[in-house]
């Protein structure tokens, strides 16, 4: 039997049917939908193709696993403010959301079903993450386990200078973009023109990730997770995971109170790690995940 799982995005909406084992059968994408009627409009005629045991979903903000209710405001503000059980009620199946960024890191728990342990860190606009203990998602008493970008690495001053403002990709290109006086910069053009020795880029990654290894550093002696996964598009860049690695490094060096190196990884999944994590999130609160 499959698993209706559902990735809702800022652009595009994705679905797959999966195993229980995280195969995928099928899949399709939608360019984000203007409207609440058109989604669920391409939802039924996903779902209305073959038999589904269940309907797993990420998607942006908060949810109360109560309601089922999306809290929050996201770049996809329709979705939220209303029942998604009551509106996929219909099709008689158990439904199961949870926030993106928790499914990235919950999606590690199939590629590594050995971690205990674990910390995902999203890096983006700005910075999401996940926290893994005993090999469950921990949501806090307020679901805000495993949000990263909230911590403050710097004394506030006007404004809160907290991680997800300093150490993201958002403000590596904003920082750029002020320097330079030119607004057609983003993440991927950084590096190919630091590549090429532009000291204004190779200052700028310079600059995120030591913002970002002092953020992981401090998530290290946490939690002392296995590992700590990064995610977010930048993640699949190899210069970007060797550049932390590096700032990390030189902290360990230079202090001796860090007796331990984290261990840095990119995320598995890449691009589909959301409907790998819903649907593990969707066997665990079913009961079914093999690994519990």
């Known amino acids: 039997?499959?698993?209706?799982?559902?990735?809702?995005?800022?652009t595009g909406i994705k679905f797959a049917a999966m195993s229980k084992e995280g195969e995928i059968r099928e899949k399709q994408e939608l360019a984000t939908p203007?409207?609440?009627d058109d989604l669920l409009t391409w939802l039924d005629s996903c779902l209305s193709k073959r038999a589904y045991q269940g309907i797993a979903m990420s998607v942006p903000g908060a949810v109360d696993r109560e309601t089922g209710v999306i809290g929050g405001i996201s770049a996809v503000p329709y979705v939220h403010g209303f029942s998604w059980y009551d509106k996929l009620a219909s099709y008689g199946l158990p439904v199961h959301l949870e926030n993106d960024a928790n499914c990235v890191g919950l999606s590690e728990l199939l590629a590594h079903p050995e971690l205990e342990n674990a910390a995902c860190v999203v890096i983006g606009t700005g910075i999401g993450g996940a926290m893994i203990i005993n090999g469950k998602l921990h949501r806090g008493r307020h679901s805000l386990g495993?949000?990263?970008?909230?911590?403050?690495?710097?004394?506030?001053a006007e404004k809160l200078n907290n991680w997800s403002q300093l150490a993201s990709t958002?403000?590596?290109v904003r920082y750029v973009i002020e320097k330079s006086g030119q607004n057609d910069w983003d993440g991927r053009r950084i590096y190919q023109e630091a590549a090429a020795g532009n000291t204004l880029c190779?200052?700028?990654?310079?600059r995120m990730n030591r913002n970002l290894a002092q953020g992981l550093l401090n998530i290290q002696y946490l939690i002392d997770p296995d590992?700590?996964?990064?995610?977010?598009?930048?993640s699949q860049n190899p210069d970007f995971i060797q550049g932390v690695r590096s700032e990390i490094a030189y902290?360990?060096?230079r202090y001796e109170e860090y007796s331990v190196v984290p261990e840095i990884l990119a995320c598995t999944y890449k691009g589909e790690a959301n409907l790998y994590g819903a649907l593990v999130n969707?066997?665990?609160?079913?009961?079914?995940?093999?690994?519990?």
């Open 1 to 10: 039997m499959l698993i209706a799982t559902i990735d809702i995005g800022g």
């Open 34 to 36: 203007d409207n609440l």
């Open 146 to 156: 495993g949000e990263f970008g909230y911590m403050t690495t710097l004394s506030p």
């Open 170 to 172: 958002g403000n590596m």
């Open 202 to 206: 190779q200052e700028a990654i310079e």
């Open 227 to 234: 590992v700590i996964s990064l995610g977010g598009s930048i």
């Open 251 to 253: 902290y360990v060096d």
């Open 282 to 292: 969707w066997l665990q609160e079913e009961g079914q995940w093999p690994h519990s």
